[in-house]
């Protein structure tokens, strides 16, 4: 398995170039319209990366708050909104998001807290209740939590032949209470063999293998939208 926190703290250009394959027909742009219809949004994001998601809820923000625990991400996050003062991005964990005092509209992360499964063995369902309820401190009542992980890179069906975090979508929707959704998420690269580089850099060598073999331009990749409402307290 590549070691994805030096990934983080030392190839972040590499890993923007491989994030901006992904999702070619806009299906996740769409379903996260569906969910978070709506302008003027108020937006915390923990685990942003370089913004790829980031990027999808900007435009129709009023603020965006995102943060990543990983300098060398968020610098790549800061140079893509250098011109847009309403997005706001810093260095952060998931479990101490520094706001205080803001009801946002939605609160969201995208495959960051999936990592917790295989970095955190023994204690990651405590850590995704923590964090799911750091999210929820900083959301206004009814408003959203938003995670977003893989169900499958190199796949069309989610799960296909097993899969890591097939533990983590049973916790999310069954303990937590996450209604969920499957979008396709393909990568478009121009060429095989940019495909079978891009994305070997992050998933490894046996998924690039399989990109040369089955000549791969379009790889398809399934990922799962999990949402939760926060609860309206009585009297509010
Ligand atoms: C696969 S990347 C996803 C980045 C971004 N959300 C995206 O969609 O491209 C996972 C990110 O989670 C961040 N991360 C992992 N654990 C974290 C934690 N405990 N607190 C803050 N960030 C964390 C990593 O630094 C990395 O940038």
Same mark, same amino acid.
């Given at each position: ?38 302008? &003027? ?7 942003? /990366? !370089? $913004?790829?998601? *980031?990027?999808? #809820? ?56 999936g990592h917790a499964v295989s970095w955190n063995p023994d204690g990651w369902r405590d850590d995704v209740r923590a964090w799911v309820a750091e999210l929820e401190r900083v959301l206004r009542p009814? &408003? ?7 169900? /499958? !890179? $190199?796949?069309? *069906?989610?799960? #296909? ?76």
């Amino acid at each position: 398995m590549a070691d994805y926190q030096h990934i983080y703290e030392h190839h972040a250009d590499r890993y923007d170039v491989l994030v901006s394959h992904e999702d070619h027909e806009g299906q996740l742009a769409r379903a996260l319209l569906e969910l978070v219809p709506g302008d &003027g949004l108020e937006v915390v994001e923990t685990g942003a /990366g !370089t $913004g790829r998601l *980031t990027r999808l #809820f900007a435009p129709r923000a009023r603020r965006v708050h995102a943060f990543d625990g990983a300098a060398a991400m968020i610098d790549v996050a800061r140079r893509r909104f250098e011109d847009a003062p309403h997005v706001h991005c810093g260095v952060a964990r998931h479990h101490a998001l520094p706001l205080q005092g803001i009801e946002a509209d939605v609160a969201l992360e995208g495959w960051a807290f999936g990592h917790a499964v295989s970095w955190n063995p023994d204690g990651w369902r405590d850590d995704v209740r923590a964090w799911v309820a750091e999210l929820e401190r900083v959301l206004r009542p009814n &408003g959203t939590v938003l995670l977003i992980e893989t169900m /499958g !890179t $190199g796949v069309e *069906t989610p799960f #296909f032949g097993g899969h890591s975090l097939e533990p983590f979508h049973d916790f999310v929707v069954n303990a937590l209470g996450f209604s969920h959704r499957v979008v396709r998420t393909d990568y478009r690269f121009e060429s095989v063999e940019t495909a079978a580089q891009t994305l070997g850099f992050f998933f490894g060598e046996r998924l690039a293998a399989r990109v040369r073999d089955e000549g791969w331009r379009v790889v398809p990749e399934c990922t799962g939208v999990y949402w939760r409402k926060t609860v309206t307290p009585p009297g509010r």
